[in-house]
């Protein structure tokens, strides 16, 4: 006999062979006993978790021929359940909106569907991936279950029920599905294992349940190639090369590092990974899972039944979740998402890669701004470089201060009283958009690792930036400009009247702009766009003109509390004052 896919040999037929979904199979049951029968049935959730297998069982009982009316047990023997189970009943038809999306389909089924059952009880028809049906095509199928006749029933399966239209969904009983519980698929794998003479020992099966990832269709999809490429003998290790996930206790021993603040070490595992076949957005996957684990394990316990993962697993979590705050666990979640989400659309997706891993490696000492200038001791101090064995965040003793602290509120407000204020942003490449009506530019010292003055190599950068968030236009307007860098402001000629720019320049597109310099530059940088246009008319209109020499706007920057503090934190210097006033 030929081989029969896993998943297909082993689809349960009895609503008690379904795992998982109690919720589901004891309301269908219940209402089958007390022959309640509605004419649509929307089932909803991931995919390979038992919709089709429900509907399929649900069929069988509405239709068995060894009962007298629909049996929440049906025989599983007689023609009806036969041919449900093969998929070749006539009065079962199963339609699969993927490739069958067209009105055309459906109004032929309302055709049919006027005509009685061939043979058996009901009409039933399963409309698989039943999000994709069609919108004229969903009208059709509202006028039938409008007014349905006595005999006709619907399933609908879907991984989308948002998509289908509130007018069919409150004319259904919807059913949503539990993604499978990881100890469930563990354990239907091991007896499905069982079954078929295969050995596979408990880690090999929670990798298989991982790989997974909550479906069990594909968990055994994973396992049938597995037997294919591995034998009767399955391995953790066997089944990780082949679907080429990596061993979590790579991603502990890079949390080490991050932890112990070793750049390089981590980059040279990273370099490891690549070197053996990883790929990068592969692998950050897995990391970004991992972790989501480790915060999970942190908030909420390594126990907590919020992880979905072996006991080796969730030992390997609470191991490292120790390690770290809460706050930072939560900024190396969001530091890899983004990676994880840049990498998906960039050429140097390792870069990226490398980029992520070593902002997650300084994210421990990089503070909340707001909590620098408010001079509030920070429950998490940035660590010391020079010591770095020391491993849980604590708070470290400030240096006494002699000056009451400003708040950020009141120097907001003075700031405010004096229409006046500075620009500043955290350190990294976002600039905000200034407030005021003038702006001073409070500038750090440039990091050692400045990496390019170049306004050609940073114009690239934000048409580069521009066109990846879909500002085509501007951005082929940008890609004409002439660049000229000075004192951290990038200026941008570009050939068209002011009017223009000023359209074209979005406060969405300066942002980007600002940041896509800033990361080409290593430092903050404002852009300034210009219109070339104009200029040739002796009537050059910049968005916002640099008055560095006006001395009373420099002094009054240089009193302002904000100003002063960064100076204090950071030993910033004021390079340039900007008059917003002057763009009107
Ligand atoms: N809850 C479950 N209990 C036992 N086996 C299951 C369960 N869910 C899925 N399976 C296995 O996975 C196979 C596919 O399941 P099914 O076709 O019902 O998934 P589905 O939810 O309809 O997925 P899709 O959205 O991809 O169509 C089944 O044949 C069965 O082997
Ligand atoms: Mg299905
Ligand atoms: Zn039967």
């Known amino acids: 006999m030929a ?15 379904v795992i998982g979904q109690d919720h589901v199979t004891r309301t269908l049951k219940n209402a089958i006993e007390q ?15 038992g919709k089709t297998t429900i509907a399929r069982i649900l069929a069988m009982a509405l ?9 929440p047990e049906p025989c599983g023997v007689c023609d009806s359940c036969v041919e449900v189970r093969a998929g070749s009943s006539v009065d079962v ?46 009208n059709a199928l509202l006028k039938t279950l409008e007014e349905p006749p006595s005999h006709i029933i619907f399933m609908m399966a879907t991984t989308a029920p ?5 007018t069919i969904r409150s004319r259904c009983q919807h059913f949503s599905f539990h993604a499978v519980k990881f100890d469930d698929i563990v354990g239907q794998l091991a007896s499905i294992a069982a079954k078929e003479n295969i050995q596979a020992d408990e880690q090999a099966l929670a990798v298989l349940a991982e790989a997974g990832d909550g479906s069990m269709r594909d968990a055994l999809s994973i396992m049938d190639q597995a037997i294919a490429c591995c034998g009767t003998t399955l391995t953790a290790e066997g089944i990780r090369g082949l679907v080429g996930n990596i061993g979590s206790e790579v991603l502990e021993e890079l949390m080490d590092t991050v932890n112990r603040s070793a750049s390089e070490e981590a980059l040279r595992l ?14 950050s996957r897995q990391f970004v899972r991992f972790l989501r684990n480790i915060l999970v394990a942190k908030v909420a316990g390594e126990q907590s039944p919020v992880l979905q993962i072996s006991a080796d697993e969730r030992a390997r979590a609470g191991r490292v979740a120790q390690q770290f705050s809460e706050e930072d666990l939560a900024r190396f979640l969001q530091i890899m998402l983004r990676t994880h989400d840049e990498i998906g659309y960039r050429q140097e997706q390792r870069f990226h890669l490398e980029l992520g891993v070593m902002k997650l490696v300084h994210a421990q000492r990089i503070l909340p701004l707001e909590q620098i200038l408010s001079g509030v001791t920070p429950s998490a101090a940035p660590k010391n470089v020079s010591s770095p064995s020391n491993s849980s965040p604590r708070p470290e003793p400030q240096p006494q201060r002699t000056k009451p602290a400003v708040s950020p509120f009141e120097a907001d407000r003075q700031r405010k009283d004096r229409g006046f204020g500075p620009e500043m942003s955290e350190p990294g490449p976002v600039t905000p958009e200034p407030t005021s009506s003038a702006t001073a530019v409070a500038v750090a010292p440039e990091p050692a690792a400045s990496k390019t003055e170049d306004a050609g190599i940073m114009l690239g950068q ?19 400009a002439t660049a000229n860098f000075e004192n951290g402001v990038l200026t941008l000629t570009v050939a068209q009247p002011a009017a223009m720019v000023d359209l074209l320049m979005s406060p969405e597109v300066k942002r980007l702009a600002n940041a896509a310099a800033g990361k080409a530059a290593g430092r903050n940088v404002r852009v300034n766009f210009v219109s070339g246009a104009a200029a040739k008319n002796g009537s050059a209109t910049q968005i916002a003109r640099p008055v560095s020499n006006g001395a009373g706007a420099r002094s009054r920057a240089a009193d302002d509390p904000v100003v002063r503090r960064m100076q204090e934190k950071f030993g910033a210097e004021i390079r340039t004052v900007i008059d917003h006033r002057s763009r009107n």
Not at 3 to 17: H, I
């Open 3 to 17: 081989y029969q896919v896993l998943a297909r040999k082993y689809r349960p037929q009895r609503f008690s062979d």
């Open 35 to 49: 022959q309640r029968i509605a004419h649509g049935y929307i089932f909803s959730g991931h995919r390979g978790i």
């Open 63 to 71: 239709n068995c021929r060894s009962a007298e009316q629909p049996t």
């Open 93 to 138: 038809i199963e339609i699969d909106a993927a490739t069958n999306r067209g009105i055309d389909e459906i109004r032929e089924l309302r055709e049919a569907a006027r005509y009685r059952p061939a043979r058996d009880r009901y009409k039933i028809y399963i409309l698989d991936e039943a999000h994709q049906i069609t919108d004229a095509a969903f």
């Open 162 to 166: 948002e998509d289908i239209p509130q």
């Open 270 to 283: 990273l370099d490891r990974l690549m070197t053996e076949g990883q790929n990068p957005a592969h692998f």
């Open 462 to 480: 934000i048409v580069t930036e521009l066109e990846n968030a879909e500002h085509r236009t501007v951005a082929d307007t940008l890609a004409a």
